[in-house]
């Protein structure tokens, strides 16, 4: 059974930049883990951001961006704004099935 | 414009069924791959399962929490996504999102209790 793992918490500075990554118990991820990425804020449905490790919605603010980096996935906001304050869930496929991780509270401060 | 509306969910008893629909406009479900996600109170998400697009052969495929227990459907001439759920449990409190293209409806919530 795999285990996707996230960083639970993190805080950043408005205008700063801040990787959230997502790892896998069965080793290094891969484009072929397709991951994607959600955020999610208080009392709203997700949000997809990035699909397939690196492609982004037509809605996706240019400072997110998906990448794979020292075996694992990670999404990297550069120039945080407030509202970038939220809940960031990745999902990955293994096997005919998806996972997600348990989720990174990222908070602007 | 493109939107998924969920619609089904309600109180329960365990062991009981539902079944969930998630209407589509905007887009073709057929043509789609379109999940179900849940999240319980106050937890983070979880993937509930998929079908895939007609064209990949339309396939479902299920988490091993609801294996056996739930089955994902299309209704193309409806262009609705159902999730049946039967056996449900306690810990199938949840609301429940579907989703496809990128796009999430706003959830139904589905609550199993005595």
């Known amino acids: 059974q795999i285990v996707v793992t996230q960083e639970p918490s993190l805080t950043v500075s408005p205008g700063g930049t801040v990787t959230l990554t997502c790892a896998s118990s069965?080793?290094?991820?891969?484009?072929?883990?397709?991951t994607d990425w959600f955020q999610q804020k208080p009392g709203q449905p997700p949000r997809t951001l990035i699909s397939?490790?690196?492609i982004k919605q037509s809605w996706t603010p240019a400072r997110f961006s998906g990448s794979l980096l020292g075996g694992k996935a990670a999404l990297t906001l550069s120039g945080v704004q407030p509202e970038d304050e939220a809940d960031y869930y990745c999902?990955?496929?293994?096997?005919?099935?998806?996972?997600f991780g348990g989720g990174t509270k990222l908070t602007v401060l | 414009e493109v939107q998924l509306v969920e619609s089904g969910g309600r109180l329960v008893r365990p062991g009981g069924s539902l079944r969930l629909s998630c209407a589509a406009s905007?887009?073709?479900?057929?043509?789609?791959?379109m999940t179900w996600v849940r999240q319980a109170p106050g937890k983070g998400l979880e993937w509930v399962g998929r079908?895939?697009?007609?064209?990949?052969?339309?396939?479902?495929e299920h988490a091993a929490a609801v294996k056996g227990r739930f089955t994902i459907s299309r209704d193309d001439s409806r262009n609705t996504l159902y999730l049946q759920m039967n056996g449900l449990r306690s810990e199938d409190t949840a609301l429940y999102y579907c989703?496809?293209?990128?796009?999430w409806g706003r959830g139904t919530l589905v609550t199993v209790s005595s």
């Open positions: 397939s490790t690196t």
């Open positions: 079908i895939k697009s007609k064209s990949h052969g339309g396939t479902t």
């Open positions: 905007g887009f073709i479900v057929t043509n789609a791959y």
């Open positions: 999902l990955l496929f293994y096997r005919d099935i998806q996972v």
């Open positions: 989703g496809g293209m990128g796009y």
């Open positions: 069965t080793g290094p991820v891969t484009s072929n883990y397709y």
